[in-house]
């Protein structure tokens, strides 16, 4: 199976911040990756498909990119709603396997 | 909107059984998965269901023990546990896959979960 790798696994910054997430798949996935983010006590929210397609009504400050096995998410912006915790998801076939997270803290 | 129930206590080697109402879309015209998460761990993914019930995946952790099926008049997802262990304590999340066809581009909308606890 195909495994998923995140970094770093936590990254403290500040509101205005760009901040950058790297997931990388053992083998080549193309661009079948998705992204996540999930806030303490609630359930995870969808934000990116195909590695850089923006889900419908996710801010613009976030963007995907990458293809094959190294993929990137950067919020050019840090807002205080962004504060959360990323997966990465390998998509298209199962088994559909999620990262293990990376979580953007407040600096 | 998904809403999950059947959560519960249950000791090593019970079964349960969970279940999730799906409304406000046409529920069997996609293709579904049940996400488990431990409590301050990842997500990982159980298992997914066809349009019709015809196709079913499974994690290997759970397979041969788990069963996933839906009634489309009823708009149910449901999970079915047996030989449950000590590991498949966790967060249960139903969860709708954004396409209708059978490569997945990722999971759109999400319940709020259903914990189960498999404890003695």
């Known amino acids: 199976d195909i495994q998923m790798t995140q970094s770093p696994s936590y990254v403290s910054a500040s509101v205005g911040d760009r901040v950058t997430i790297t997931c990388r798949a053992s083998?080549?996935?193309?661009?079948?990756l998705a992204w996540y983010q999930q806030k303490p006590g609630k359930a995870p929210k969808f934000l990116i498909y195909s590695a850089s397609s923006l889900q419908s009504g996710v801010p613009s400050r976030f963007s995907g990119s990458g293809s094959g096995t190294d993929f990137t998410l950067t919020i050019s912006s840090l807002q205080p709603e962004d504060f959360a915790t990323y997966y990465c998801q390998k998509a298209n076939s199962f088994p559909f396997t999620f990262g293990p997270g990376t979580k953007v803290d407040i600096k | 909107q998904l809403v999950e129930s059947g959560g519960g206590l249950v000791q090593p080697g019970g079964s349960l059984r969970l279940s999730c109402a799906a409304s406000?879309?046409?529920?069997?015209?996609?293709?579904m998965h049940w996400v488990r998460q431990t409590p301050g761990k990842g997500l990982v993914w159980v298992s997914r269901?066809?349009?019709?019930?015809?196709?079913?995946n499974y994690a290997d952790s759970v397979k041969g023990r788990f069963t996933i099926s839906r009634d489309n008049a009823k708009k149910m997802l449901y999970l079915q546990m047996n030989s449950l262990r000590a590991e498949d304590t966790a967060l249960y999340y139903c969860v709708r896959d954004m396409s209708v066809l059978e490569w997945s581009y990722g999971m759109d909308v999400w319940g709020q979960g259903t914990m189960v606890t498999v404890s003695s």
């Open positions: 083998q080549d996935i193309s661009n079948w």
């Open positions: 269901i066809s349009l019709d019930g015809a196709t079913t």
């Open positions: 406000g879309f046409s529920f069997n015209s996609y293709w």
